[in-house]
């Protein structure tokens, strides 16, 4: 499959930083919020998960190591993150299937999945894509399923660590703070859209909100 032609965010902000990316990851407490945020996802036996914004495969890994019985799809246009997802699935023997591909045009048909995963991507996308992000994402979801977002974000400001001042003012990420994920999740057609879960680290506050989609 031929690299996308747009243009995108790596996963650590510049290609030179990739290999540091999964230990600042867990340096700053990553590892913890994403199996927090999995084990509040309600993933079941024998639903079909997709991880857009997969990155490095770091939370496809842990889903497939809690919940062998799901399959398991991870979307993300760098082509240098999907070699490490890769890399570090085959040395799992994590069965994975990865895509080249933009959030905001996902290439699968509607209603084909349970539940639609996104950690730490979100705050990387401009307003218009992380409102077609959260179309394609209820357009990809049967009846019943969900989509569950973590990132930096929250109603609290109060909460956000030592650089979240920083985090709150700029842009893209403005959005994400005071109920803006949300507000944008109502917008694109989710239903009972709110905040589940939080937790504060010193680079910002982290939310987990959740979208459903009406049975």
């Keep these: 499959m031929s690299e996308p032609a747009r243009s995108f965010v790596p996963a650590a902000g510049h290609d030179w ?11 700053l407490g990553g590892d913890a919020a ?16 997709l991880d857009i914004g997969c990155g490095t495969g770091s939370l496809l890994a842990l889903v497939a190591g809690l919940h062998p019985q799901v399959e398991l ?17 085959e040395r799992a023997s994590i069965g994975v ?10 290439p699968y048909v509607d209603a084909s999945f ?11 996308l401009e307003a218009e894509t992380k409102r077609a992000t959260l179309r394609e994402a209820r357009r990809v979801l049967a009846p019943g399923g969900a989509l569950h977002l973590l ?6 400001g109060n909460e956000s660590g030592l650089l979240g001042h920083l985090l709150h003012a700029a842009e893209p990420l403005r959005e994400n703070f ?13 239903a009972e859209a709110g905040e589940i ?16 989609v009406p049975g």
């Design 97 to 106: 299937r990865l895509d080249l591909g933009f959030s905001d045009a996902l």
């Design 197 to 212: 879960d939080h937790r504060a680290s010193w680079i910002g506050r982290i939310a987990h909100v959740r979208g459903a």
């Design 114 to 124: 349970d539940r639609v995963l996104s950690s730490f991507m979100f705050h990387h």
């Design 178 to 190: 005071d109920g803006g994920i949300p507000a944008l999740m109502e917008e694109a057609g989710f």
């Design 17 to 27: 930083l990739l290999p540091l990316y999964d230990p600042l990851q867990r340096l």
């Design 151 to 156: 990132d930096f974000g929250g109603s609290a």
């Design 73 to 89: 799809i991870g979307l993300d246009p760098d082509p240098k993150a999907l070699a490490r997802a890769r890399r570090k699935c």
């Design 34 to 49: 994403r199996r927090r945020f999995v084990d509040l996802a309600g993933i079941e036996p024998g639903q079909r998960i």
